[in-house]
């Protein structure tokens, strides 16, 4: 089977492997983890932030940056389309008792003007709005790359009206190697980022959120309190580590085959949509029964989106760090032949 369900699928390499089994550990709740401290350190500094709290996956440091960033009442904006909306199972409302206001932007950008009309005046009726979540690149618009001029843009009209900014960036360095900016610069624009290592970058496990040293210090009494306090994780802690410092520069490959994948795919007389990284959308009046068919033809995909309002729904193709061209190859011609039998 050739698995383009995801980037998460991946197994660790040798080296990653190596890296796990021959990792210094220690009791990371009392801060005794070498291996984490490092790992803490290294990515605080990738993304210009003063310190960095690692945590077993990207939902939790994305609600640990909700929560650390609001109080029980508060207004959350977002994209209405954000990971943290539709596919975090209500947490913001769950573990921080905050609501959430979705706001429209086409390709998951949210424009200043958007976010200006959302704003509520002080009145005791309104909930106070603390918090603008952002998301780069965008999952459910297909690996769209929040534009740096954008995102500094809408961040700051968020900080004109007293807003934080948060950063869901589990494939921020998918933005870094498509665009050649370097990462920190759309941090810059962030008071929290999270970022994820068991994406693209090919750890089994592990997301980090980054901050300032007060905020991080407060998300480490989250952490806690969410369950995400870990003993000696250094083990797993090392794959992340070497993700980070061995498989960022990699990232162009994935995005060249999903190219390959959905010109192929386009020759073949599907409707996909140019990928900007390395998540292919394809367009479908019954994206299920297309999974359907393509898994019967030995190519795994998941659901992008259902069809709404007369118009198609998706289904997504991720190409990743265990996907290489003969797979592409081979997932072009089992998607040509589906397309042949639906023909008939």
């Known amino acids: 089977m050739i698995d383009l369900r995801s980037d998460t699928v991946t197994r660790p390499t040798d080296g990653m492997r190596r890296a796990m089994l021959e990792a210094d550990v220690g009791d990371d709740v009392f801060g005794e983890d070498p291996t984490i401290n490092r790992l803490e350190e290294y990515v605080a500094a990738l993304l210009g932030k003063e310190a960095a709290i690692y945590a077993p996956s990207g939902t939790m440091t994305n609600q640990i940056g909700v929560f650390v960033n609001t109080q029980r009442g508060d207004e959350v904006l977002l994209h209405e389309g954000a990971h943290v909306f539709n596919y975090e199972g209500g947490a913001p409302a769950l573990l921080s008792g905050v609501q959430v206001r979705t706001l429209p932007g086409e390709g998951g950008v949210i424009p200043p003007d958007a976010l200006r009309e959302a704003i509520r005046p002080e009145n005791v009726h309104f909930p106070r709005q603390r918090l603008l979540c952002l998301e780069n690149t965008h999952n459910r618009a297909g690996g769209k790359v929040f534009p740096l001029e954008d995102f500094a843009a809408v961040s700051e009209a968020a900080r004109d009206h007293g807003l934080k900014v948060h950063l869901d960036g589990a494939r921020l360095f998918n933005a870094q190697a498509a665009t050649g900016i370097p990462a920190r610069e759309w941090c810059a624009h962030a008071d929290t980022v999270s970022v994820c290592s068991s994406k693209g970058l090919g750890a089994p496990v592990g997301s980090l959120l980054a901050g300032d040293g007060e905020t991080i210090l407060g998300a480490r009494r989250a952490r806690k309190a969410f369950g995400g306090g870990m003993r000696q994780a250094g083990i797993i802690a090392a794959g992340s580590l070497y993700a980070f410092e061995h ?98």
Request: glycine share 10%; aromatic share 2%; with cysteine.
């Open 247 to 344: 498989h960022i520069g990699r990232l162009p490959e994935d995005h060249e085959r999903a190219s390959k994948l959905a010109d192929g795919l386009r020759d073949s007389g599907y409707t996909v949509a140019p990928p900007e990284t390395n998540i292919v959308l394809v367009e479908s009046e019954d994206p299920t029964g297309l999974i359907e068919a393509l898994g019967r033809a030995g190519v795994l995909a998941t659901l992008g989106t259902m069809p709404a309002s007369g118009r198609p729904g998706t289904v997504r193709l991720c190409t990743h760090l265990d996907v290489d061209d003969e797979a592409v190859e081979d997932a072009v011609e089992a998607a040509a032949q589906v397309a042949v039998a639906n023909a008939r």
